[in-house]
């Protein structure tokens, strides 16, 4: 797989560059899964100043976002994978889809410790198992796209379609 200029590698033979979460949730996937990782520089680990310097483009990358939904005093979390080039209608389908009377992003320490993964690093694979992974249809149907690895100093890539078959994955059209 190639995107941008970085050097990807099997991801399995750099936990070193993955949280330990996103470390297991590779090696339970395996080998045919295809997922790739890449170091890059922790201070560019934010979209779009990752997406100039390593020459990705925006529609080849995605954000996961992880949303505190509440109903009748409980909170339940959420991953949201859209595309960068798109922002997920959280107050819409993502609320209605969760049937939460409220939804917002969740506060940083809380995703933070939450996940085990660094802020500007969450990814989709990794997370609580009981945590619904919402992903958009475009995320889903993409050939190679790049995500965070749960730390801020590499990326992965892999197959829409291995987001999309994560055990609390659910395909939705999320953006707006």
Not at 35 to 55: H, K, Q, S
Not at 62 to 81: F, L, P
Not at 102 to 110: G, L, R, V
Request: with cysteine; aromatic share 4%; charged share 20%.
């Amino acid at each position: 797989m190639t995107i941008g200029t970085l050097d990807w590698r099997e991801a399995a033979g750099r936990p070193d560059l993955l949280a330990e979460p996103v470390a297991r949730a590779v090696e339970d996937l395996g080998a045919a899964a295809g997922v790739r990782v890449a170091e890059i520089d922790p201070a560019l680990a934010d979209t779009a100043a990752f997406c100039e310097r390593y020459g990705v483009r925006p529609d080849e990358s995605a954000n996961c976002v992880i949303v505190a939904a509440k109903r009748a005093g409980e909170i339940r979390y959420a991953a949201c994978v859209v595309l960068a080039t798109a922002r997920a209608d959280v107050n819409g389908a993502v609320r209605r889809h969760l049937g939460a009377r409220k939804i917002s992003f969740a506060p940083q320490d809380d995703a933070v410790t939450l996940t085990g993964m660094e802020y500007g690093g969450i990814t989709p694979l990794g997370l609580p198992e009981e945590w619904p992974v919402l992903v958009d249809e475009a995320v889903a149907a993409h050939p190679g796209v790049v995500v965070g690895s749960g730390v801020r100093r590499s990326k992965l890539a892999l197959a829409g379609a291995v987001l999309a078959g994560l055990g609390s994955a659910e395909v939705l059209p999320l953006a707006n």
